[in-house]
């Protein structure tokens, strides 16, 4: 069993930053494929970002690249979105997805990102 503990939301001006953190516990060292996904408000889940097998990263659309950073701390099984650059359209909550090597996919609560003006 693997749990993901997302951390680092909160309110934000626009044109600020927030780094969000992804802590994994548990099974952490079966984990092959971690990422970032966020809900706006009458949305559906979207991804932001994303860590897959090999370390590769990938990002969801031009609207965050060049502004949102995906990183990781092996060391403390924790995955980093750091958002830079924020604008109101990246107001949701922002959750951390985990997929072991036996298929299963683990979510966290979520942590809440608001950007006003």
């Known amino acids: 069993q693997v749990q993901v503990a997302e951390s680092g939301g909160g309110l934000v001006h626009i044109g600020g930053s927030l780094r969000l953190s992804c802590a994994a516990s548990g099974s952490a060292s079966s984990i092959f494929y971690v990422g970032w996904y966020r809900q706006a408000p009458g949305k559906e889940r979207e991804l932001v970002a994303r860590f897959t097998n090999g370390g590769i990263t990938n990002y969801a659309d031009s609207s965050v690249k060049g502004r949102f950073t995906i990183s990781r701390d092996n060391a403390k099984n924790t995955v980093y979105l750091q958002m830079d650059s924020l604008k109101p359209e990246d107001t949701g909550v922002y959750f951390c997805?985990?997929?072991?090597?036996?298929?299963?996919?683990?979510w966290g609560q979520g942590t809440q990102v608001t950007v006003f003006s």
């Open positions: 997805n985990a997929i072991s090597f036996q298929g299963s996919s683990f």
